[in-house]
């Protein structure tokens, strides 16, 4: 349960960037601003890989205490 908080944020994050993702896209569709789209996809890229790598994180401690706590049991047997 030490790891919901990093996750949830890496979820948000991710979706955070996916909605930059389509607010760039539909001003690049809709009002045809060019110039102003470019500085919004890079911030949603920077957002989005935020979020990935936080989810990556979450993961992998929740495997690393996991695993501790099998190499504690097979250690009492």
């Known amino acids: 349960m030490r790891y919901w908080?990093?996750?949830t944020a890496g979820w948000a994050l991710v979706a955070i960037g996916l909605l930059i993702f389509t607010w760039a896209v539909l001003l690049?569709?809709?009002y045809h601003a060019i110039?102003?789209?470019g500085p919004m996809v890079?911030?949603?890229?920077i957002v989005?890989?935020?979020g990935?790598?936080?989810l990556k994180v979450a993961v992998a401690a929740?495997?690393?205490t996991?695993?501790?706590a099998e190499g504690k049991k097979e250690a009492r047997s």
Do not use: Q, Y
């Open 42 to 45: 890079v911030a949603g890229i």
């Open 48 to 50: 989005f890989r935020g």
């Open 28 to 30: 690049l569709t809709v």
């Open 62 to 64: 929740r495997i690393c």
């Open 66 to 68: 996991e695993a501790a």
């Open 35 to 37: 110039i102003d789209t």
């Open 52 to 54: 990935i790598h936080l």
């Open 5 to 7: 908080w990093r996750e």
